[in-house]
């Protein structure tokens, strides 16, 4: 049945029948009649967990980091910058070369190392190859079939690549347009700070109202996990706009493949070897947004699945202390890579079972309403409170929103990451269309569908189940709101820069 399958693939992924977060949701529906006492204990759990991550957030907030002494900088560095494309709009990626080119950062001092993965189709890699050909130093191209380890992979083969007096090896996404002293700002950053490796903040283009709030809700990582770790030296990778030290990558033992989110996990082998890191609070290139709801998600579920698989490889060391890193750097990564946990499929699967039993004890619909709630607050607050976000609901707004919008991916991710070892690398899709077929919020409906189903008998079960009702209602409006901002930022991207059509 090809027309059935394709309108699967369409609209409704099978990944959403098979993936381990739907079988643990059916059997959380389940489990309240075929256990009570072990749904009880459960839900207990996965609160105390949530009151966990955040005090592990308050304390990377409020806790004094031990003085990390950094080891300075006697030479100018040398910059090897590497930029990994997989199947990107080849005009999209020769934007961001082209902004790399007009460094102010003398030519003998850089290179630019484009690597191109396993990108089957030659009209998406071969004008990249033909533009660093044409232009000559500092680029060089390299096109490699059967790489291994998706973006780390590749970034490995760049390492590999690179000049042999290089002493910094910067990456840059395929979208990123940085400004012209972007290598020069990252000199006087490394040669202030004394750190082995930097990380900027990642920013988005934007050329009007359309996307703010997607873009705000992006940028609450920054302004508070990477803010606050920066105090203990302890900041991460996250993937773009990172300079690091040539020599402790390689210590580190090169980019690994393990996780989704290699760059984290990269962050997180440099600190356990004592290797400094800094947040530098300072846009230096902006990069596109994702260009749908899908797209969004697909990211958000990879980097929460990604830094949790990260947490579980790395958190015997993190808890016992493992290679002298101090109390306030270790809470800082684990504040880090908690950022876009998010538990709530469980005690949204206990609350709708133990609704639609008729039979749930009361203590247990009382921790899954609070457990519900209390994600709801915890999520709103973040996105609305930094920055003075509030003081411009038309931000704030659509920055809730987005995370709501977002909550069931980052749910699903986190029982994923659980319960499954593979991680695929899915690339955030840079190809603007005039017409996208946007596929339907199945996660979205399938909560907003059981809301509706058990809210009538959360009225009768007292105010935490009408709460955890009212939560399970709120993702698919924020869904439905976020996809017509990112369709308006769309069509935004589409008026700025149509050659960018495919």
């Known amino acids: 049945m090809p027309g059935v399958q394709a309108l699967g693939r369409r609209f409704i992924s099978v990944e959403f029948f098979v993936k381990p977060s739907s079988v643990i949701f059916g059997l959380g529906i389940a489990l ?26 308050l304390c990377a907030q409020v806790l004094p980091p031990r003085a990390c002494p950094g080891r300075g900088m006697t030479i100018a560095p040398v910059f090897s910058v590497h930029v990994a494309i997989h199947s990107e709009p080849p005009e999209i990626v020769i934007a961001t070369l082209d902004s790399l080119r007009r460094q102010t950062w003398p030519v003998p001092d ?39 380890g998706a973006k780390a992979g590749a970034l490995n083969i760049a390492l590999r690549r690179s000049r042999p007096d290089a002493t ?65 030296k302890a900041v991460l990778l996250t993937g773009t706009l990172s300079v690091v030290a040539k020599a402790a990558i390689e210590a580190a033992g090169g980019w690994s493949g393990s996780t989704a989110t290699e760059d984290a996990e990269l962050g997180v082998r440099l600190c356990a070897r004592g290797f400094t890191g800094r947040y530098v609070d300072r846009v230096v290139g902006r990069g596109m947004l994702p260009l749908s709801l899908r797209d969004l998600e697909r990211q958000r579920y990879r980097w929460a ?17 493992r290679g002298g890193l101090s109390a306030s750097r270790r809470i ?33 619909l009382a921790l899954c309403g609070i457990s519900l709630f209390v994600s709801l607050i915890e999520n709103l607050a973040r996105v609305s409170l930094h920055k003075g976000s509030l003081a411009m609901p038309g931000i704030a707004v659509p920055a809730m929103a987005c995370r709501l919008a977002l909550a069931p991916s980052a749910a699903r991710a986190t029982i994923d990451a659980l319960f499954s070892r593979s991680q695929g690398f899915a690339v955030t899709s840079k190809a603007v269309h005039r017409r996208r077929a946007l596929p339907l919020p199945v996660d979205q409906m399938v909560c907003f569908a059981f809301g509706l189903l058990v809210l009538p008998l959360a ?37 700025s820069a149509p050659e960018a059509i495919r």
């Open 32 to 57: 309240p009649v075929a256990s009570p006492s072990l749904s009880l204990a459960l839900a207990g759990l996965v609160l105390s967990a949530q009151g966990v991550m955040s005090a592990t957030r």
């Open 110 to 148: 850089f290179e630019v190392i484009v690597i191109d993965n396993n990108t089957s189709d030659p009209a998406l890699w071969r004008p990249v190859e033909r533009y660093c050909a044409s232009t000559g130093r500092p680029f060089r191209f390299f096109h490699r079939m059967n790489v291994r």
């Open 168 to 232: 910094h090896v910067v990456t840059v996404d395929a979208d990123y347009r940085v400004c012209r002293d972007f290598l020069r700002i990252a000199a006087d950053a490394l040669a202030a700070t004394g750190a082995d490796y930097l990380q900027f903040p990642q920013a988005y283009v934007a050329e009007d109202s359309a996307g703010r709030g997607v873009e705000r809700e992006l940028e609450e990582y920054f302004s508070f996990d990477a803010r606050q770790a920066d105090g203990a």
């Open 305 to 321: 699945s990604g830094n949790l698989r990260t947490l579980l490889l790395h958190g015997g060391g993190l808890v016992s202390g």
């Open 332 to 364: 800082a990564i684990g504040s880090q890579l908690a950022a876009w946990l998010n538990l709530s499929l469980i005690p949204a699967g206990l609350l709708i079972g133990s609704l639609l039993s008729r039979e749930a004890h009361p203590a247990l």
């Open 459 to 495: 009225f009768a079960a007292g105010p935490p189940a009408v709460l955890g009702a009212l939560v399970l209602l709120l993702p698919l409006p924020a869904s439905l709101f976020t996809a017509r901002d990112l369709g308006r930022y769309q069509l935004s991207v589409l008026r």
